[in-house]
């Protein structure tokens, strides 16, 4: 398979629920990240995983968490979410080179409702 | 803080028609500028980059210019075709590293018909 995968592709969850959704890449990319897509607002960054820094959005709650065990995997495990929460969540990754950042690819994105 | 803000909306034109999406931003200091292409329900295709330094950048049908001085940047497309429908997005960097975020407009919802 080429590109950002992302599994799954739909989901439906309960609050008390715990889950986790995962990207993959196969474009052999040093750098990951986590979107956040709501209805009406513009992708809100949440997480970067790279080889010289990993950063977050300061305003993403505690109920999401990532994880990334190396360079081509990246996870968001969700606790406890609310309502609110339900949006479509997009992975990208992208090559960093010293001097020059690349594009970013996107998966396709995993369609999450929260009820 | 960095706001980027797309006009118009929404636009629905007919086949064979040249268009403009219009880009704004309120930081100039960016590192590079990147125009999107969502399907509904899909994720993001990359269409044109545009590094600070530049002015525009083309491919195919797509013009992208930068006037990085006054906070601009426009989406040209010739003939525009059916399968053009799409929702554009503009994207402007702050910095070179990775975790230099992309800040998104909220996009322009474009529909053309046959």
């Known amino acids: 398979e080429t590109g950002v995968t992302q599994t799954p592709r739909h989901l439906v969850m309960g609050m008390t629920n715990k889950k986790s959704l995962k990207c993959e890449q196969h474009?052999?990319?040093?750098?990951m990240y986590w979107y956040k897509q709501s209805a009406k607002k513009p992708l809100e960054l949440m997480f970067v995983?790279?080889?010289?820094?990993?950063?977050e959005n300061n305003s993403v709650p505690s109920r999401f968490s990532p994880e990334c065990p190396n360079s081509s995997h990246l996870f968001l495990h969700l606790h406890t979410l609310q309502p609110e929460d339900s949006a479509l969540y997009l992975c990208?990754?992208?090559?960093?080179?010293?001097?020059?950042?690349?594009?970013?690819?996107f998966g396709p994105g995993t369609r999450l409702l929260v009820l | 803080k960095q706001e980027v803000t797309q006009i118009p909306a929404a636009l629905s034109v007919p086949e064979g028609e040249n268009l403009v999406l219009n880009c704004s931003f309120t930081?100039?200091?960016?590192?590079?500028l990147q125009w999107f292409r969502q399907d509904p329900g899909k994720g993001l295709t990359s269409l044109l980059l545009?590094?600070?330094?530049?002015r525009e950048q083309t491919s195919g049908r797509l013009n992208a210019s930068l006037d990085k001085s006054s906070g601009r940047s426009t989406l040209y497309i010739a003939a525009s075709q059916p399968g053009d429908s799409a929702t554009y997005l503009c994207?402007?960097?702050?910095?070179?590293?990775?975790?230099?975020?992309?800040?998104f407009g909220e996009g322009t919802q474009l529909t053309v018909n046959p």
């Open positions: 990208a990754s992208s090559q960093y080179l010293a001097g020059r950042q690349e594009t970013q690819y």
């Open positions: 474009l052999g990319h040093n750098a």
């Open positions: 995983y790279s080889l010289e820094e990993r950063v």
């Open positions: 994207a402007v960097r702050r910095g070179e590293t990775s975790g230099s975020r992309l800040t």
């Open positions: 545009i590094q600070s330094s530049q």
């Open positions: 930081d100039s200091a960016i590192y590079n």
